[in-house]
């Protein structure tokens, strides 16, 4: 079946790093995505990974594994407003044909000064 | 700017009552997306549609119901059958395969 797991909250200091872990479940694994979605707002696109590796975008990275079925997403330089929930979605290609997204439920991140 | 619209941004629906939620994107995007959001869930997806006139249900999509007669436009429906229809409903839109959803601000409907 498909699944995903993340962690259901962490809390992490201004100004320190914070790694949040993905791992997954899919049968035709097409891709990885990261979300940012602050409380009552819609998700914000941060990061896709297709390939194994780290893919870096400022204070954000983002690395894949697809043999171990794992992904985490760093966050540097915590800033205050990167208090928020952290949604890892797999894009997953049924036998079937298409594509399809499956969300896990999200990591609420509280950073304190 | 494009972006994907949802209205109304607040919903409240008496027991009994069919309601559709407002979906329109000005991105020229394929494919078009419902999920819904509920506290410690992970989106879970009600209905999509990857061209006009064509759509497939989703893990849930019971009591809803959707139409796509624009590229533009993606009315959902939650209709009577919907138990449990309280949530905060999500409408993206991408290109096929694309890398990345973009979503809309959503809409948090509420049985009265």
């Known amino acids: 079946g498909q699944n995903i797991d993340q962690p259901t909250e962490m809390t992490a200091t201004e100004g320190a790093i914070v790694q949040i872990n993905c791992t997954y479940q899919t049968s035709g694994f097409n891709g990885l995505f990261w979300y940012q979605q602050h409380a009552g707002e819609a998700p914000t696109f941060l990061s896709y990974n297709v390939l194994d590796g780290l893919e870096e975008k400022g204070r954000f990275s983002s690395f894949l594994s697809r043999s171990k079925g794992y992904s985490y997403l760093l966050l540097k330089e915590l800033q205050m407003k990167d208090s928020a929930s952290y949604l890892c979605a797999v894009r997953d290609r049924p036998p079937t044909g298409g594509f399809k997204t499956i969300f896990g439920a999200g990591t609420r991140l509280f950073v304190k000064a | 700017d494009g972006g994907i619209t949802q209205s109304p941004k607040y919903l409240f629906r008496k027991e009994g009552q ?4 407002s979906c329109e994107q000005n991105l020229n995007h394929d494919a078009m997306y419902w999920y819904r959001q509920d506290p410690g869930q992970g989106l879970r997806l009600i209905y999509y549609s990857q061209i006009v006139n064509d759509f497939q249900k989703g893990d849930i999509a019971e009591g809803y119901s959707v139409s796509r007669e624009k590229k533009e436009s993606f009315p959902l429906t939650v209709t009577s059958a919907q138990k449990n229809p309280t949530a905060f409903y999500l409408c993206a839109s991408s290109n096929t395969g694309g890398a990345g959803y973009t979503f809309g601000s959503g809409t948090r409907l509420t049985v009265v």
Request: glycine residues 0%; neutral net charge.
């Open chain 2, 18 to 21: 069919n309601v559709t939620l």
